[in-house]
């Protein structure tokens, strides 16, 4: 649910590390799961970390965390997952039928309410996947509907969508009564049921249409909460549904997001109980586990559907990264052990390729020799590629979280194995520097991390590397990846179609679009004024188990 796509805003990383150490540390991540007590009572207000979205809070064109998670909860979907396992469930959907892995009948749930007092009907998932698909839309996660026949004849002829697409409907849908609609998919798509949990799908009211800019400022959705205002740079705030008749409720009246600029702020907030749950621990408090003694048993630490990487401009905005014998080097010259030891204290796990994990189909060491640290081999790559031609190296980071002590500890690991300047470089907040970046302006490499949308190892490869895909940031390209993926996709076993996923991503090794560095765990803290917090599988606060004491 967090992924195309929502890229992630903090990381917790020790500020008492300046300079790397030239030793390995330990790798593994704290496994260790915990909850916020058990249950509490019904109603009342709670706080939760909130951060700038990039973006007004339209479903389809919300691709990161800060707007993502208020998405997630005012919409409903056909599919919700699992809190804890990630596992999809229907929910709006009565059930999917599908016969070939190409055709699909989806029946909704009677009586199923838009916030504005509508009922959810088949067309309100038809027009809003027509709407995300067609290219004029300017949709960023318009990409999701590209396995739905007719997708191609709805994207625009040219950069500025200056000629007119050829449709603006997707053929592959199609309503049959107020409660059925069917979908038919180009190619056939094995697990296009488990994506339809992601936000992108998520229904639209009719009243949507005629204002979508308006919309964006005060969303409707069909989720258990629902939207009442957004003060900028300040805070979101929800309220219970009355007439939501789903089964994910929760127990609280009201949740606001409180937007920080400052996890050390949002934590020490905590702390003196003005904020209720904090999903990010800043690099302070990292260090000797000291948010444990800060917050004795108010504290979690889980690992989740998360990965962190560095990745590359596109060639025409920074050519100096362009030769990917210079990326594996730069991959090999960044020390993750110790990294993940003395600046994370051990809540990462040095990375060996692009998939988390935590979901089925996962492959460890895809990435090979270039995932692993060795000096010698970094600068015998680089000297192979006839050295670095753009001067020093820099890497990007918003600053409005808590970063920059592992960008720089990552460019004097860069600086000390290759010979050459890297510094880390922050840009003023997370809108701003996901605007470079998908705006393709972000010259040299940048910060970047990807929460899973939905359980799958596709998820953590199709929307990143897939020719012109939605999040494929640094425009990477080939064929023979992308074909892959389209076997992968047709395979109707699941143990086959992983097998193809994982030849697909160890093709990135080659390319090395991105270095994978660490996979994430997720630390949690709260006031003594709630109980029930839970971490979901993708690191988000599970506002259905929050409550109050």
Same mark, same amino acid.
């Given at each position: 649910?967090?992924?195309?796509?929502?890229? #992630?805003?903090?990381?917790?990383?020790?500020?008492?590390?300046?300079?790397?150490?030239?030793?390995?540390?330990? $790798?593994?991540?704290?496994?260790?799961?915990?909850?916020?007590?058990?249950?509490?009572?019904?109603?009342?207000?709670?706080?939760?970390?909130?951060?700038?979205?990039?973006?007004?809070?339209?479903?389809?064109?919300?691709?990161?965390?800060?707007?993502?998670?208020?998405? $997630?909860?005012?919409?409903?979907?056909?599919?919700?997952?699992?809190?804890?396992?990630?596992?999809?469930?229907?929910?709006?959907? *009565?059930?999917?039928?599908?016969?070939?892995?190409?055709?699909?009948?989806?029946?909704?749930?009677?009586?199923?309410?838009?916030?504005?007092?509508?009922?959810?009907?088949?067309?309100?998932?038809?027009?809003?996947?027509?709407?995300?698909?067609?290219?004029?839309?300017?949709?960023?996660?318009?990409?999701?509907?590209?396995?739905?026949?007719?997708?191609?004849?709805?994207?625009?002829?040219? @950069?500025?969508?200056?000629?007119?697409?050829?449709?603006?409907?997707?053929?592959?849908?199609?309503?049959?009564?107020?409660?059925?609609?069917?979908?038919?998919?180009?190619?056939?798509?094995?697990?296009?049921?488990?994506?339809?949990?992601?936000?992108?799908?998520?229904?639209?009211?009719?009243?949507?249409?005629?204002?979508?800019?308006?919309?964006?400022?005060?969303?409707?959705?069909?989720?258990?909460?629902?939207?009442?205002?957004?003060?900028?740079?300040?805070?979101?705030?929800?309220?219970?549904?009355?007439?939501?008749?789903?089964?994910?409720?929760?127990?609280?009246?009201?949740?606001?997001?409180?937007?920080?600029?400052?996890?050390?702020?949002?934590?020490?907030?905590?702390?003196?109980?003005?904020?209720?749950?904090?999903?990010? #621990?800043?690099?302070?408090?990292?260090?000797?586990?000291?948010?444990?003694?800060?917050?004795?048993?108010?504290?979690?630490?889980?690992?989740?559907?998360?990965?962190?990487?560095?990745?590359?401009?596109?060639?025409?905005?920074?050519?100096?990264?362009?030769?990917?014998?210079?990326?594996?080097?730069?991959?090999?010259?960044?020390?993750?052990?110790?990294?993940?030891?003395?600046?994370?204290?051990?809540?990462?796990?040095?990375?060996?390729?692009?998939?988390?994990?935590?979901?089925?189909?996962?492959?460890?060491?895809?990435?090979?020799?270039?995932?692993?640290?060795?000096?010698?081999?970094?600068?015998?790559?680089?000297? *192979?590629?006839?050295?670095?031609?753009?001067?020093?190296?820099?890497?990007?980071?918003?600053?409005?979280?808590?970063?920059?002590?592992?960008? @720089?500890?990552?460019?004097?690991?860069?600086?000390?194995?290759?010979?050459? @300047?890297?510094?880390?470089?922050?840009?003023? $907040?997370?809108?701003?520097?996901?605007?470079?970046?998908?705006?393709?302006?972000?010259?040299?490499?940048?910060?970047?991390?990807?929460?899973?949308?939905?359980?799958? #190892?596709?998820?953590?490869?199709?929307?990143?590397?897939?020719?012109?895909?939605?999040?494929?940031?640094?425009?990477?390209?080939?064929?023979?990846?992308?074909?892959?993926?389209?076997?992968?996709?047709?395979?109707?076993?699941?143990?086959?179609?992983?097998?193809?996923?994982?030849?697909?991503?160890?093709?990135?090794?080659?390319?090395?679009?991105? #270095?994978?560095?660490?996979?994430?765990?997720?630390?949690?803290?709260?006031?003594?004024?709630?109980?029930?917090?839970?971490?979901?599988?993708?690191?988000?606060?599970?506002?259905?188990?929050?409550?109050?004491?």
């Amino acid at each position: 649910m967090r992924g195309p796509f929502r890229p #992630i805003v903090w990381v917790g990383g020790a500020t008492s590390v300046a300079l790397l150490a030239a030793a390995c540390g330990g $790798d593994g991540g704290n496994d260790n799961t915990a909850t916020g007590g058990g249950a509490g009572r019904s109603g009342g207000t709670a706080t939760v970390l909130g951060c700038n979205p990039q973006n007004s809070l339209i479903p389809s064109n919300t691709t990161e965390t800060c707007g993502g998670n208020v998405l $997630d909860a005012i919409t409903a979907k056909l599919v919700h997952y699992d809190s804890k396992t990630a596992k999809p469930e229907n929910d709006i959907a *009565e059930k999917i039928d599908m016969t070939d892995n190409q055709n699909f009948t989806v029946t909704l749930k009677k009586g199923y309410k838009f916030h504005d007092g509508t009922e959810v009907k088949a067309k309100n998932f038809v027009d809003a996947w027509n709407y995300a698909a067609y290219g004029p839309s300017a949709q960023s996660s318009g990409y999701f509907m590209e396995p739905i026949e007719g997708f191609a004849d709805m994207q625009c002829a040219d @950069e500025k969508c200056g000629t007119k697409p050829k449709a603006d409907k997707l053929t592959g849908l199609a309503v049959k009564d107020d409660y059925t609609f069917t979908i038919k998919t180009t190619e056939k798509v094995s697990n296009l049921p488990v994506r339809l949990g992601y936000s992108a799908f998520s229904p639209l009211p009719d009243s949507f249409f005629s204002d979508p800019k308006a919309f964006g400022e005060k969303p409707i959705g069909a989720g258990p909460f629902k939207f009442d205002s957004w003060t900028k740079n300040s805070e979101i705030k929800l309220s219970k549904f009355a007439d939501y008749s789903g089964k994910f409720g929760g127990k609280l009246d009201a949740i606001t997001f409180k937007i920080y600029q400052d996890a050390s702020a949002a934590y020490n907030d905590v702390i003196a109980g003005q904020l209720d749950v904090v999903n990010q #621990i800043p690099s302070s408090a990292l260090v000797d586990d000291k948010y444990k003694q800060d917050l004795p048993d108010r504290n979690l630490s889980q690992a989740v559907g998360v990965i962190q990487s560095i990745t590359f401009p596109p060639t025409k905005t920074d050519p100096s990264y362009a030769d990917p014998k210079v990326r594996q080097a730069i991959s090999m010259a960044i020390d993750r052990p110790t990294i993940a030891k003395q600046i994370f204290n051990n809540t990462r796990e040095p990375a060996t390729g692009w998939v988390s994990p935590v979901v089925d189909g996962y492959k460890a060491n895809q990435c090979g020799e270039f995932c692993t640290y060795d000096k010698a081999k970094a600068k015998a790559k680089l000297d *192979e590629a006839g050295g670095f031609k753009g001067g020093k190296m820099t890497l990007s980071y918003n600053a409005d979280a808590d970063h920059k002590p592992w960008t @720089e500890a990552t460019c004097n690991s860069i600086k000390g194995a290759l010979g050459v @300047e890297c510094v880390a470089t922050p840009v003023v $907040d997370f809108a701003t520097f996901r605007s470079k970046i998908t705006s393709f302006q972000m010259k040299g490499m940048y910060r970047s991390g990807w929460q899973m949308d939905y359980p799958s #190892i596709e998820n953590f490869l199709a929307p990143l590397y897939r020719t012109k895909a939605s999040s494929n940031t640094g425009l990477y390209s080939n064929a023979e990846f992308d074909k892959l993926l389209d076997e992968a996709a047709a395979e109707t076993d699941a143990a086959a179609a992983n097998a193809k996923y994982q030849q697909a991503e160890a093709l990135l090794a080659d390319g090395m679009p991105s #270095i994978p560095t660490w996979y994430s765990t997720v630390q949690f803290g709260w006031s003594d004024k709630v109980t029930g917090v839970q971490s979901t599988a993708f690191g988000t606060i599970d506002l259905a188990s929050l409550s109050l004491k």
